[in-house]
């Protein structure tokens, strides 16, 4: 679903952000991208989308070869993508109805349906009560929560979220975590770039590990055994 090869990225002649990445996620994969700060997370989220292109090497997703797609395809292709920005990219002059209603908009969903998928992916959020309220009266953590209401609203093929859980308390972060495992069943293929070690660390997800622009580590998924019982599936 997602596919790099040997991908380099340099902003300037001085700083590599990417060095020679390769890596696939497959269709329906749940994988974390950790790092730290200034690692490259953002900037390969930034590449999968195609708001920003490789230096060298290629990316293909869902079957397209990013290098080779042409500006007036760029639109469809990124309908298939829910993505949530580190500065969530809200816009401030409409409620976060519109804010919804205008992305289902640019997604060809019917008008008449806008107001029951808002509500709907607001509850999911826990935010249904800030139906009219304007991104600058709401806190960090509300609006990240609106940013990834907006990411899930159409279940996107491929949904790939920018330390969505960063300005949210722990308790908070887990049921984010929830959330994007609920879209991850619902069938899309998720990348989830995050700082948080521990986040990781509990949901036993396959991650991905850049240092300084290179991948350096690729964690599989910790497969739970169900503990033996007696018996054949338990009966006894
Ligand atoms: N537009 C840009 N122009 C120049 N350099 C950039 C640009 N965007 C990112 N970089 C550089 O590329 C490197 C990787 O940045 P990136 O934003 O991908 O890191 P990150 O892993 O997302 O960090 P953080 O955890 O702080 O969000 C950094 O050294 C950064 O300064
Ligand atoms: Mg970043």
Redesign the pocket.
């Known amino acids: 679903m997602i596919h790099f090869y040997h991908v380099t ?1 340099k ?2 002649l001085y ?1 590599t ?2 060095q020679d990445v390769t890596f696939h996620v497959e269709k329906g994969e749940f994988v974390f991208l950790t ?12 590449l999968i989308l195609r708001q ?1 292109r490789p230096t060298e090497g290629q990316i293909v997703v869902n079957g397209r070869n990013l290098n080779a797609m042409k500006r007036n395809h760029l639109p469809f292709f990124r309908r298939e993508i829910g993505m949530v920005f ?1 500065d969530f990219k809200l816009i401030e002059r409409m409620t976060v109805f519109e804010n919804l209603s205008f992305i289902l908009t640019v997604l060809n969903v019917a008008p008449r349906e806008h107001k029951k998928k808002a509500y709907q992916v607001l509850r999911a959020v826990n935010l249904h009560h800030k139906l009219n309220a304007y991104p600058p009266q709401l806190s960090g953590g509300e609006q990240q929560r609106v940013a990834i209401a907006r990411a899930l609203i159409n279940d996107p093929l491929v949904l790939i979220a ?2 969505p859980t960063g300005n949210l308390d722990p308790d908070l972060a887990q049921e984010i975590m929830q959330i994007f495992g609920d879209a991850h069943l619902r069938g899309s293929t998720v990348l989830l ?1 995050t ?1 948080d070690r521990d986040l990781i660390q509990v949901s036993g997800r396959r991650t991905l590990v ?1 240092d300084q ?1 290179r991948l350096i580590e690729e964690k599989p998924a910790v497969v739970e055994r169900p503990a033996r019982t007696d018996g054949v599936f338990g009966l006894s």
Do not use: N
């Open positions: 990225k902003f300037d700083s952000a990417l790092g730290a700060s200034g690692a490259g997370k953002s900037t390969l989220l930034k920003i580190q920018d330390e770039a700082h850049l622009g």
